[in-house]
């Protein structure tokens, strides 16, 4: 793989990388833009990782300053020896790293995983959040339907390893046709790694993750309901239109209830938004913020 790989993911703008302390564990944060610039800090999903949203920074650093990084367990963050991926720890998480940089207001915009983190943020924290923006992630959506079997199946059969990069590509590729080519080696540089003698193994904490959402402890699952009620910032939820992960009719549902919640359906695109029509992605979130900041005069401040 090596330089090829790298080729493909290469950097084209402005990315800082440095390591936080974070509830006993080194997280690695990445950013973009300049630090004085309005934030918007970014989750990734399940099996993501940070470098995820390097297309939507390149063409909002202009503007913004983007802040995400590996979650634990995930990247180039620690693993959690406690095996500790629930809501509740990155959400904690979450809170550590918003006070350590010290962002006054921000905007909070959560793909699948990160998305459940970021509902419960912002009805916990609504001071703090001048908008919010979900990438395909519903109440429910983690725990039944089409979308939840197909995870939990994906890491049931999830392999350890692999013999070879071309091995790691052809299993992506199978578990991801929609994405191209690019992304893919992005995922391989990102997910992977190769140990010495050759063989090619997970950068992420994978049984425990397995472990977590295969046979999760249901009394730390969240129920969203109660959470979507509770909204008060601008939300704009993104949905694949050919997801299986958020079915339109919770996201109807979702909007009856709550007068806060904006939505959009992507055509063409499933769970993966950012990746499947990142083009499309981008120009509904940076309307939606520009919306925001006409309607509102809203600002968002660097706590000094």
Request: glycine share 8%; aromatic share 8%; charged share 25%.
């Amino acid at each position: 793989m090596g330089a090829e790989t790298e080729a493909a993911v290469a950097r084209s703008f402005d990315e800082r990388t440095r390591f936080l302390q974070v509830n006993g564990l080194r997280l690695l944060c990445r950013e973009w833009g300049r630090v004085q610039a309005p934030p918007i800090v970014l989750l990734h999903g399940l099996r993501g990782f940070s470098g995820t949203w390097r297309a939507l920074a390149s063409e909002l650093c202009d503007r913004y300053r983007l802040i995400a990084f590996d979650q634990r367990g995930r990247g180039e963050s620690d693993w959690d020896p406690q095996r500790n991926y629930y809501t509740d720890a990155y959400l904690a998480d979450l809170e550590c790293v918003v006070d350590q940089l010290r962002l006054e207001r921000f905007v909070l915009l959560g793909h699948s995983m990160g998305g459940t983190t970021s509902y419960v943020y912002c009805v916990r924290h609504p001071e703090r959040l001048a908008a919010l923006v979900i990438e395909d992630i519903a109440p429910g959506a983690s725990v039944s339907g089409a979308g939840a079997q197909r995870i939990v199946s994906e890491m049931q059969t999830m392999p350890a390893g692999f013999d070879s990069w071309d091995e790691a590509r052809r299993y992506w590729r199978t578990l991801r046709p929609s994405l191209g080519a690019a992304a893919i080696e992005q995922r391989l540089t990102e997910s992977l790694r190769a140990q010495t003698g050759g063989r090619i193994v997970w950068r992420y904490d994978a049984e425990g993750i397995r472990q977590t959402r295969v046979a999760p402890d249901p009394k730390r699952i969240v129920d969203l309901w109660p959470v979507v009620e509770q909204i008060k910032t601008p939300t704009l939820i993104i949905r694949g239109e050919r997801s299986d992960f958020c079915p339109a009719a919770t996201v109807a549902r979702m909007r009856n209830l709550n007068p806060n919640i904006q939505a959009v359906s992507i055509g063409g695109a499933g769970h993966y938004v950012h990746d499947d029509a990142p083009g499309e992605f981008v120009t509904h979130v940076r309307a939606f913020l520009m919306r925001m900041a006409d309607a509102n005069g809203a600002r968002f401040e660097r706590r000094e």
